[in-house]
């Protein structure tokens, strides 16, 4: 398996392969397509099937695979979600893809991977997607950690014309931590309205000011809404640039307010609006459909066990905060 800076910094990579992309992070699986499309430019037409929406069915996915037109005949299809065929619909389509058909194939399983530590690498958790990997050529595209930033800021930067220094790479990692979206679209925008080092920082400085608060609201309301990928992304970003005890105090603030008023049947209790204002008030009462009692008391428990580690010993912040995801959102136990 290939991480994703690897494989987009070969400047030697023809992007013409079959390939499977594994992890979390859906900005990498859009901006790795779309490399795939702007270099490669003779496919013929884009064809997105979906594993998890039962109106793309497995017949449909595999007669395009193996259409042959001879004015059309070099389409890219794109599958989303392999991770959710059982094992026999697995071996058909993988068997169609091991064929000899002229289409370039991505597959997609935007799932969070495990972590070997004896390796020191991630690996792929679904059996079915394993089988997949046999085939197809694997490109990690998890969310990384924050060593890594500055090689993406660079690499970003190089997409955009634009010259940035260590000191831009690093004051963009403070405000934003590893939240891509955030920081392409930050560069984006100053790489058309500016144009030298100094205005670049300006331009940050200035995105700094709203994006805390900004990040906050777009958190609490993925929390209401049990949205777990923006919930990742945006708590994730906020972790590295707070730390994980302002993140925790934050999260549970707004998941105690849930199972309050879930244990209220339905009522926002006047103390607990004090400290939850706006429009995320009105959010509270229909996020208690989203989460079962059980759920809401595992999490509180989660959240308590995660402070006292905090208090009593040294941690790892990225595997406590991977425990909150899988606990509290997906509720792994």
Partial sequence: MIKALQFISNEKQSFDENYLLVGDNDFLYLFIKNQIIEK???????????????SDTLDQIIGSLGS??????????????????????????????????????????????????KSKSNTIKSASTKEFSKKLNVIDISTPFESEM???????????????????????????????????????????TSSSEEDFIKSLENSSYNHKDKQLWELNYAICDRKVDSIFENGLSI???????????????????????????????DNQSRSIRGNLLKRITPATQKYSMEELEHAIN????????????????????????????????
């Avoid at 496919?43 to 594993?51: A, G, H, N, P, S």
């Avoid at 955009?160 to 939240?179: A, D, R, T």
């Fill in 68 to 117: 042959q037109d001879l004015f059309s005949n070099n389409n890219l299809i794109i599958i989303k979600n392999i991770n959710k065929l059982n094992k026999k619909n697995s071996e058909v389509l993988i068997k169609s893809i091991d064929s000899d058909n002229p289409h370039q194939i991505l597959c997609i399983d935007n799932n969070f991977l495990s972590y070997d530590y």
């Fill in 239 to 269: 972790m590295k640039q707070y730390g994980l005890s302002y993140l925790i105090n934050s999260m549970f603030s707004v998941i105690e307010a849930i199972f309050l008023t879930k244990k209220n049947n339905g009522t926002l209790l």
């Fill in 302 to 333: 989660i959240f308590a066990q995660i402070d006292i580690k905090l208090k009593t010993k040294k941690i790892i912040d990225e595997t406590e905060f991977a425990n909150i995801i899988n606990g509290v959102f997906r509720s792994e136990r």
């Fill in 150 to 192: 500055k090689q993406w800021i660079q690499l970003f930067a190089n997409e955009l014309n634009m010259k940035v220094s260590n000191s831009y790479s690093q004051k963009i990692i403070e405000i934003f931590g590893n939240n891509f979206s955030e920081i392409f679209n930050e560069m984006s925008k100053s790489s058309l």
């Fill in 40 to 54: 490669s430019q003779d496919k013929d037409e884009i064809l997105v099937f979906d594993c998890a929406d039962k």
